[in-house]
């Protein structure tokens, strides 16, 4: 079993001696019941990791970490971006969960025409800031060190800015004529991929993505929801590229 994974703030993460408290202090004593000895992670989210043992055990919520070592991953390259249509109730938060898990870099929620789910005021910030506590609590359980950024919702035009800027930019559509598994795939620089609501990406929407560069491409004979879409994207993509080498 690998060692539990807690978050710090950047810039924290210097010295022999390291100190975890609030929330994540709390998680790690009070949830995790961590004892003295036992191995564990501290980790900025950008990639930095300091590896040790718990050293000493204070109240609820307030732990000593000795630090035996520190990691710095490289940035991931090519970055992996997903922009995903908002779907119907918690499915949201089952895509930003599964893709974290599975290693996507960025998560871009976005406001197709026909997504049945509106965000909107103070119910789309709460929405939104569901979607990033998710990626942040699956980035830890799958003991990463660089966790996925889950951007601002975005308009339709946004997407097409965000596309034509793209090393590689793709629209997943059960109707593509090409398949993603032989698409011609970048070694650096920005894959990003389009995920579409439940009733499918709308026609002048794929014109505005064609216009930007990317084209529709298909996963497989089956038509996926689009709350596993992006996830099943992300391993072929991480895979074929050697990301999972």
């Excluded at 929405?127 to 601002?152: C, I």
Aim: aromatic fraction near 4%.
């Amino acid at each position: 079993m690998t060692a539990p994974v807690f978050l710090v703030e950047p810039g924290e993460l210097t010295g022999d001696r390291l100190t975890l408290t609030g929330p994540e202090g709390r998680h790690a004593v009070s949830v995790r019941r961590l004892r003295v000895g036992e191995e564990i992670v501290l980790t900025d989210g950008e990639g930095t990791g300091a590896y040790g043992t718990v050293a000493a055990i204070e109240g609820k919520d307030r732990l000593e970490v000795a630090v035996t070592r520190t990691r710095t991953e490289p940035a991931p390259n090519p970055r992996i971006t997903v922009v995903q249509a908002l779907p119907k109730g918690d499915r949201g938060e089952l895509a930003v969960e599964t893709m974290t898990e599975t290693g996507v870099d960025a998560v871009v929620p976005w406001a197709a025409a026909r997504c049945v789910t509106q965000w909107k005021g103070e119910r789309g910030a709460k929405s939104l800031a569901k979607w990033r506590a998710t990626a942040r609590e699956a980035g830890k359980q799958a003991r990463r060190l660089r966790l996925p950024q889950v951007r601002d919702l975005v308009t339709t035009r946004q997407v097409a800015e965000l596309l034509s800027g793209a090393a590689f930019a793709a629209v997943l559509h059960e109707e593509g004529s090409a398949p993603l598994a032989t698409a011609l795939l970048p070694t650096e620089g920005d894959i990003v991929l389009v995920v579409g609501p439940e009733g499918g990406v709308a026609p002048d929407e794929l014109d505005a993505f064609a216009a930007a560069g990317a084209k529709p491409y298909r996963l497989g004979p089956t038509v996926l929801r689009t709350s596993t879409a992006g996830v099943a994207a992300t391993a072929l993509l991480l895979g074929r590229t050697g990301r999972w080498a």
